[in-house]
């Protein structure tokens, strides 16, 4: 294509046929490069930018991705590690992404502020819908109304829609965190914002995170009422109050908002609600369990977001006055180290069901197993489609020596499917079958673990334990 004499403006069309939609299990992913040549030939600039093909819609209060309803989970990540402080290198980035991913994260509001571009192509190439927002976090009502600040959030708004437009990705901008979104002042801020977004980017859904939509009087006075979709800081079973009270304030959002699909932004548990750390983690995993139950009640809810995957500094800790040490609300803590809750939201948001037992011969060893795998039903979060997943199992004995194995292609995930497996009594006084679901990406979905003892060796043989009605030590 050339350019006319003095031109600073060419367009061409381009397609693709067939196009490989772009899905947070099969994140197709296209790269365009552009080179500015002069009459020579020569080189004078280039520019190469990822995009991808894929409708993200919003129906009825429900999700759709490509035509398919879906309801995803993932969690919110500061930018923060003692080694690195604010400074991230790629490999931290990687480090943390890969491991929510293990974590089963589809989706993430990532944090308050915009990401680094290696953080965007990660989630181009592995699959996180992501709803990026700008650094407006608890500002008041006066901030709001205030033209500096305005003006300051359009620049920064405009920058972040026009470097990052092209993610496949990106499916909604936020506009702010916790703040007097339910002023007259703060919902003029969000109608200035939303009509601003909508001028840059018409295509993409614009809300914003909001704390006090669970307390709110009037919906029509509070910005919720003008947003594409709300998302709603949750933090019952902590600052806003016990987690009985869920059921009511669910229908009361639902009767306020009846047109409006809601992803819960944050939810999960702070340390100061309890006497340590360790108890703290015990108290996590309990809101965990609990509220992504009766969250998957809810229909019209499309998302969970869990506040936070690491412990992190803030400028302020939690308590007022307090801004010394790192803030307790991590599955994992400032230097990356399990907590017990780790397992519990890994278990919690696997997108499959997933049994297995032993298959006996008379002597009572193990020859085979049984297992079933299905979907996770529309009442529950996570819920989708699941294809082109498959199963890998293995069984190794008390030298860790591999005895059988196998795997099955599971191209279409709906109802229940089974998977056998058989082999010849194996000498050893123990052994693990252990067996993956993994997504087409490779990173694993479900895992399941049945171990056995030979009690003539002198070990535990914990099933013949459990039929008898003989306690199991843990």
Same mark, same amino acid.
């Given at each position: ?8 403006? !060419? ?15 099969? $994140? ?5 490069q552009?080179? &500015? ?23 009825d209060?429900?999700?759709? &991705? ?19 402080g604010l ?6 980035m ?15 509001r $990532?944090?308050?502020? $915009? ?20 650094p ?9 109304? +205030? ?18 437009y092209?993610?496949p ?22 109608k ?5 977004? *909508? ?11 909001? +704390? ?63 006497? +340590?750390? *360790?108890?703290?983690?015990?108290l ?7 509220? &992504?139950?009766?969250?998957? *009640? ?64 008379? !002597? ?9 795998i299905?979907?996770?039903?529309? +009442? ?23 005895? !059988? ?36 990406t490779?990173?694993?979905? !479900? ?9 003539r ?10 039929r ?7």
């Amino acid at each position: 294509m050339n350019l006319a004499p003095g031109g600073q403006e !060419a367009s061409f069309n381009l397609r693709i046929d067939p196009v490989k939609l772009w899905h947070f299990d099969e $994140p197709n992913v296209y790269r365009m490069q552009v080179d &500015l040549l002069d009459a020579k030939g020569n080189l004078l600039d280039s520019i190469t930018d990822n995009f991808g093909a894929r409708t993200v819609e919003i129906k009825d209060r429900k999700l759709y &991705l490509n035509g398919e309803p879906v309801r995803l989970t993932g969690m919110a990540r500061h930018e923060e590690s003692p080694w690195e402080g604010l400074a991230e290198t790629r490999g931290t980035m990687l480090y943390d992404y890969n491991d929510m991913k293990h974590l089963q994260m589809t989706l993430t509001r $990532p944090v308050h502020y $915009p990401q680094h571009p290696y953080i965007l192509d990660y989630c181009d190439r592995n699959g996180i819908l992501l709803i990026p927002e700008i650094p407006m976090w608890q500002f008041s009502e006066k901030q709001m109304s +205030d033209p500096k600040v305005i003006e300051l959030a359009q620049h920064m708004m405009k920058e972040m829609v026009e470097q990052n437009y092209n993610h496949p990705s990106i499916f909604a901008w936020s506009v702010c965190n916790e703040s007097a979104t339910d002023t007259p002042s703060g919902k003029a801020y969000f109608k200035t914002m939303y009509d601003f977004i *909508k001028q840059l980017d018409p295509d993409r859904y614009v809300t914003y995170a909001d +704390d006090r939509i669970a307390f709110v009087d009037n919906p029509q006075e509070n910005s919720a009422s003008l947003a594409d979709f709300i998302m709603w800081n949750e933090y019952f079973g902590a600052w806003h109050g016990p987690t009985s009270e869920l059921p009511a304030v669910f229908e009361r959002i639902k009767r306020n908002y009846p047109t409006k699909m809601v992803i819960v932004s944050e939810f999960g548990t702070p340390g100061v609600f309890a006497r +340590d750390s *360790k108890t703290a983690d015990k108290l996590r995993s309990q809101v965990f369990r609990e509220q &992504l139950e009766l969250i998957g *009640k809810q229909d019209w809810i499309a998302g969970a977001l869990m506040w936070c995957y690491q412990d992190y500094r803030s400028h302020r800790n939690l308590w007022p006055g307090e801004t010394a040490g790192y803030v307790d609300h991590g599955v994992v803590d400032e230097n990356r180290q399990r907590r017990p809750s780790y397992s519990v939201w890994q278990q919690l948001n696997s997108p499959a069901h997933v049994s297995v037992e032993w298959q006996y011969n008379p !002597a009572h060893q193990p020859i085979g197993f049984h297992a079933t795998i299905e979907r996770r039903g529309p +009442d529950e979060i996570p819920s989708y489609i699941l294809r082109n997943y498959r199963m890998d199992w293995e069984l190794r004995d008390d030298d860790n020596t591999l005895v !059988a194995s196998g795997t099955k292609p599971l191209p279409d995930v709906g109802p229940p499917q089974t998977l056998e497996a058989s082999w010849q009594p194996a000498k050893s006084k123990s052994l693990r079958l252990r067996l993956r679901l993994y997504r087409p990406t490779g990173f694993v979905a !479900a895992e399941k673990t049945l171990d056995w003892w030979d009690p003539r060796a002198g070990g535990l043989n914990v099933e013949e334990m459990k039929r008898q009605g003989v306690p199991v030590p843990e």
